[in-house]
């Protein structure tokens, strides 16, 4: 099973910089990585800035597509309008709850970060002590193997025209 992982930082700058921390935690095999992303929303910016973690991209990773819609999702819901409501209801079904999303959408705001990572494997004792030194609030769902399987086939189709 894998876990969807929101990390929220109080700053702009939080989320880079707990980022080494887990990398550093993958290299020990302390958590494995199938992919991630971060979200950097400078004070006085409407909307915030996205990247993927290329680096960290293994067989097992999501596409651009599923981060583009995410964050689509997460922050442009009122310029996008009904298209997106039926997005919300795609990725419920794929284990990414609505209160996942509002949770989200609620506490990464202008000042503020996010690192999301998709991950399994981890040593959590070891991973929360590694991570107790950087400030975050924790959102979090976990997706059944089923559910895992259903959100990759529904973004695969992005690497196949590659």
Same mark, same amino acid.
């Given at each position: 099973?894998?876990?969807?992982?929101?990390?929220?930082?109080?700053?702009?700058?939080?989320?880079?910089?707990?980022?080494?921390?887990?990398?550093?935690?993958?290299?020990q095999n302390l958590i494995?990585?199938?992919?991630?992303?971060?979200?950097?929303?400078?004070?006085?910016?409407?909307?915030?800035?996205?990247?993927?973690?290329?680096?960290?991209?293994?067989?097992? $990773?999501?596409?651009?597509?599923?981060?583009?819609?995410?964050?689509?999702?997460?922050?442009f819901i009122p310029i996008?309008? $009904?298209?997106?409501?039926?997005?919300?209801? $795609?990725?419920?079904?794929?284990?990414?709850?609505?209160?996942?999303?509002?949770?989200?959408?609620?506490?990464?705001?202008?000042?503020?970060?996010?690192?999301?990572?998709?991950?399994? *494997?981890?040593?959590? *004792?070891?991973?929360?002590?590694?991570?107790?030194?950087?400030?975050?609030?924790?959102?979090?769902?976990?997706?059944?193997?089923?559910?895992?399987?259903?959100?990759?086939?529904?973004?695969?189709?992005?690497?196949?025209?590659?």
């Amino acid at each position: 099973m894998a876990t969807l992982t929101a990390l929220e930082f109080p700053t702009a700058g939080g989320a880079d910089a707990a980022l080494s921390t887990v990398q550093e935690l993958s290299t020990q095999n302390l958590i494995k990585i199938h992919d991630g992303a971060i979200v950097t929303w400078p004070e006085g910016k409407k909307k915030p800035k996205t990247r993927e973690l290329n680096d960290m991209k293994s067989a097992g $990773a999501l596409s651009g597509a599923f981060w583009g819609m995410l964050f689509g999702l997460l922050f442009f819901i009122p310029i996008l309008g $009904a298209a997106m409501g039926a997005l919300a209801g $795609a990725f419920t079904d794929v284990g990414i709850s609505n209160e996942f999303i509002a949770k989200v959408r609620e506490k990464v705001t202008p000042g503020t970060s996010a690192l999301f990572l998709l991950t399994s *494997d981890a040593v959590t *004792d070891r991973v929360l002590e590694a991570m107790s030194k950087h400030e975050f609030e924790l959102v979090a769902t976990n997706l059944s193997g089923e559910q895992e399987a259903q959100l990759r086939e529904a973004f695969e189709h992005e690497h196949e025209g590659v």
